[in-house]
């Protein structure tokens, strides 16, 4: 029996297979068998083997958008018999082959984009569903099993990107060009969302300049420092926190810039500095790591061992903290005991990306009812966003109500002058915890001042035109090799700019939310107060203020982003400031989370 005798589901399974065995050749072996093969094959006309390739490997694209078009009552999403099946999955594929080859000298803007599509588009955490790991997710853990490239790790170590004997022209020149688009903001927005991956060269003795992983560690980490306790940093127009400046932001604009008491012209226009934002969890998560290894004395005094002992000086506040922080930890890295179900397996590692995948967060106040239009357990798929009644009333959309555990980490600027962030610079780390409640709710109301927002360009294209000739048979597979036409590239521009719409249409869809830790009828020397909104593109911001009770007065402000989907089980990444915003005042990064 030849091959084109096959019915057509065993030739797509044979397909499936081919990619499950990360050999993408065998599809241009297959395809050459014989003309009818190739016609099945290559026919654009008939997106019917692909869908299945592309579903067998990655999520389906269209949940995640269903879950915000549907519920924002947007219809013009969704158009799966539009979509470039083959494309999309090609392209995953090709990047996989260009990682083992390392060649990197023309294709980092593609390299990016690529995983940053996996990286923000997962299927979400569905409340009683099973909790399978995302595809997306072990796609995008596949391609960094080796780190980043090295130019983009030399990037985050700030190293001279002039030719060398690891770093061509090309490349060299790749990168000037790279430096002055927003294609920078959407590697520092992938780092933060995947934390930093060390360049993983295998040292021989040809070769010249070798950094070993940990030495990288320590090199970005130093440079992160530099960045994250810039006291120069804060400013208005940025709403003293982690955001690129906007210039519909007053300079004059003082505290109460936070205080969602008082109106403010537009401040859910902000977009996130991804450069602060991926450094703040850098320092934040290292800081961690090594609050972990100091000795506590067993209970909440501090033991610091003299110039071999830790970096980090950690200040445990509450009884359970080092707890929090190692389980916190293990979900970062994806360790999952032996035994355990599967249900920690979806929410862990790249998991915790996910929209819903924090612990708690379907059981807050109309959080499930409201985002999947259903009452109880249910077809999810069937239900997404289907109630048509408008929602007036405010609810947890964010999952704030529950159990946090809030991560600061500050430095002694006295010091900062004596070591220069060297290695006998000692910083601090506190961990505190907060059992938040909503206040109340608020609604963002349209203005005509929102059309004079100035905000960076979009990203190119995921599948933007790359001048490197990759050597693939079959045009299953080279089409991606080829420049994309005109209209091609207006199409994916229009798909880009509908869901882009959509999320921003979220800003006005949802309510503000306000809450506190301060519990009723309990007398506290300090309490915390926020507000909890979206921003541009569909990020979430988290805005808060420390008070101090004891002396009448604010004292910090907390400004941060969510990691990942709504809900996601990373939590929020930020900075703090002195409440003030006087001259002087420090500045560092802080990482909250959700524990229960």
Not at 218 to 241: F, H, M, N, Q
Not at 261 to 288: T, W
């Amino acid at each position: 029996m030849s091959f084109l005798a096959l019915p057509t589901e065993i030739l797509k399974q044979i397909l499936v297979q081919c990619i499950h065995n990360g050999s993408p050749k065998s599809i241009a072996t297959i395809s050459q068998t014989c003309k009818g093969l190739k016609d099945l094959i290559d026919n654009s006309s008939d997106t019917t083997i692909w869908r299945e390739v592309y579903l067998s490997v990655l999520d389906s694209p269209f949940v995640p958008q269903k879950v915000i078009a549907k519920f924002v009552k947007r219809k013009d999403i969704p158009e799966e018999g539009k979509f470039e099946w083959k494309k999309r999955v090609v392209t995953v594929i090709l990047l996989q082959k260009q990682l083992k080859t390392l060649d990197f000298s023309e294709n980092l803007d593609e390299y990016i984009f690529t995983l940053l599509q996996l990286a923000t588009a997962p299927s979400p955490v569905f409340p009683h569903q099973p909790c399978r790991p995302s595809l997306n997710l072990v796609w995008l853990d596949k391609l960094l099993t080796n780190g980043f490239p090295k130019p983009l790790v030399d990037r985050l170590m700030e190293k001279s990107h002039n030719p060398t004997p690891t770093v061509t022209a090309a490349s060299a020149s790749h990168l000037v060009k790279w430096e002055v688009t927003n294609v920078e903001q959407q590697f520092y927005r992938l780092v933060l969302q995947t934390g930093f991956c060390p360049y993983q060269a295998v040292p021989t003795p040809d070769t010249d300049h070798y950094i070993s992983p940990d030495r990288q560690e320590e090199l970005t980490r130093a440079i992160a420092r530099l960045r994250v306790y810039d006291k120069l940093y804060p400013s208005a127009s940025k709403c003293w926190g982690p955001f690129l400046p906007c210039p519909a932001l007053s300079s004059s604009s003082s505290s109460s810039v936070l205080d969602s008491s008082q109106p403010i012209e537009e401040p859910h226009s902000l977009v996130p500095d991804y450069s602060f934002l991926s450094a703040a969890r850098m320092v934040a998560e290292a800081d961690l790591r090594e609050s972990l290894e100091a000795n506590t004395g067993g209970g909440m005094t501090i033991v610091f061992h003299g110039p071999g002992g830790p970096k980090v000086l950690p200040l445990f506040t509450y009884e359970f903290a080092r707890r929090d922080v190692s389980e916190f930890l293990e979900r970062v890295d994806g360790t999952v005991d032996v035994g355990d179900d599967d249900e920690r397996e979806g929410r862990e590692g790249l998991n915790a990306l996910r929209m819903g995948s924090a612990p708690g967060f379907w059981d807050g106040k109309g959080t499930k009812e409201r985002w999947l239009g259903v009452d109880g357990g249910g077809e999810i798929e069937e239900a997404l966003g289907s109630s048509d009644q408008p929602y007036t009333e405010g609810w947890d959309w964010a999952g704030v109500e529950g159990t946090w555990t809030r991560a600061v980490c500050s430095m002694n600027y006295r010091q900062q002058l004596l070591y220069q962030f060297n290695r006998d610079m000692l910083m601090r780390c506190r961990i505190s915890w907060m059992r938040l409640r909503i206040t109340g709710y608020s609604w963002v109301h349209r203005s005509d001042s929102s059309s004079s927002i100035t905000v960076p360009p979009e990203p190119m294209s995921l599948s933007g035109p790359s001048s490197t000739p990759r050597p693939f048979v079959s045009s299953a597979l080279q089409e991606m090799d080829e420049v994309p036409d005109t209209q091609t590239e207006s199409a994916f521009g229009r798909e880009e700019k509908k869901y882009k719409d959509v999320m921003d249409s979220l800003v006005h869809a949802l309510p503000i939310i306000h809450f506190s830790d301060k519990q009723p009828g309990v007398q506290s020397d300090q309490t915390i107060r926020g507000t909890v909104r979206m921003i541009s593109g569909g990020i979430v911001r988290w805005s808060m203020i420390s008070r101090d009770n004891l002396q009448g007065r604010d004292d910090w402000v907390l400004e941060a982003v969510q990691i990942g989907g709504i809900g996601s089980g990373l939590g929020a990444v930020g900075m703090w400031t002195g409440a003030r915003h006087e001259s002087g005042d420090g500045v560092g990064p802080m990482w909250m989370w959700r524990v229960a």
